[in-house]
T-cell receptor
Framework: QKEVEQNSGPLSVPEGAIASLNCTYS??????FFWYRQYSGKSPELIMS????GDKEDGRFTAQLNKASQYVSLLIRDSQPSDSATYLC????????????FGSGTRLSIRP | GAVVSQHPSWVICKSGTSVKIECRSL??????MFWYRQFPKQSLMLMAT?????????EQGVEKDKFLINHASLTLSTLTVTSAHPEDSSFYIC???????????FGPGTRLTVL
């Protein structure tokens, strides 16, 4: 079992709709959770971080964390073509450590 | 967010030569930097963890004598690909850990092509 699992996609969503990206992790003791966006040929950029159960909203993005079920998700409202990218879920297992485990990413395509 | 730079952004070299890639944290001190490699249409693969003032920690399967890492200051880490071969052609990305947080910020990446 991979430490961080994501559906590779591609996930195709019509423009203006909500895109929902999911991620599960294996280490129940994980502390911090991140979503990165990576455009083709570019390096990842941090979108959101979340540390406690529940929802965290930032503009059109909402991260959701459920530690009991060991999943974290990212919702993108009012999807735009510019949101088309690969989204990487990442988990930090130990708050005192800096090593982050990345999932393999979900490719999102927003169709006009 | 914090800014991380990489130099060069791309490099083409002949097989057998060595290539050095620099990673700098521009507006913060990074006690830990990470080096990743990404082949086309594949996920990010962690190569090594670079700690300032100490030896790097390499992931399983990564040759430490081929990929030399130096982290001489709190703002600079270098990756040297020694005796590069075409199979080393890849996108190399560094990230820097912001002290007292658990957040990493990525550099823009270096595309290496070995002929």
């Amino acid at each position: 079992q991979k430490e961080v699992e994501q559906n590779s996609g591609p996930l195709s969503v019509p423009e203006g709709a909500i895109a929902s990206l999911n991620c599960t992790y294996s280490d129940r003791g994980s502390q911090s959770f991140f979503w990165y966006r990576q455009y083709s040929g570019k390096s990842p950029e941090l979108i959101m971080s979340i540390y406690s159960n529940g929802d965290k909203e930032d503009g059109r993005f909402t991260a959701q964390l459920n530690k009991a079920s060991q999943y974290v998700s990212l919702l993108i409202r009012d999807s735009q073509p510019s949101d088309s990218a690969t989204y990487l879920c990442a988990v930090n297992k130990d708050s005192s450590a800096s090593k982050i485990i990345f999932g393999s990413g979900t490719r999102l395509s927003i169709r006009p | 967010g914090a800014v991380v730079s990489q130099h060069p952004s791309w490099v083409i070299c002949k097989s057998g030569t060595s290539v050095k890639i620099e990673c700098r944290s521009l507006d913060f001190q990074a006690t830990t930097m990470f080096w990743y490699r990404q082949f086309p249409k594949q996920s990010l693969m962690l190569m090594a963890t670079s700690n300032e003032g100490s030896k790097a920690t390499y992931e399983q399967g990564v040759e430490k004598d081929k990929f030399l890492i130096n982290h001489a200051s709190l703002t600079l880490s270098t990756l040297t690909v020694t005796s590069a071969h075409p199979e080393d052609s890849s996108f190399y990305i560094c990230s820097a850990h912001v002290r007292n947080t658990d957040t990493q910020y990525f550099g823009p990446g270096t595309r290496l092509t070995v002929l």
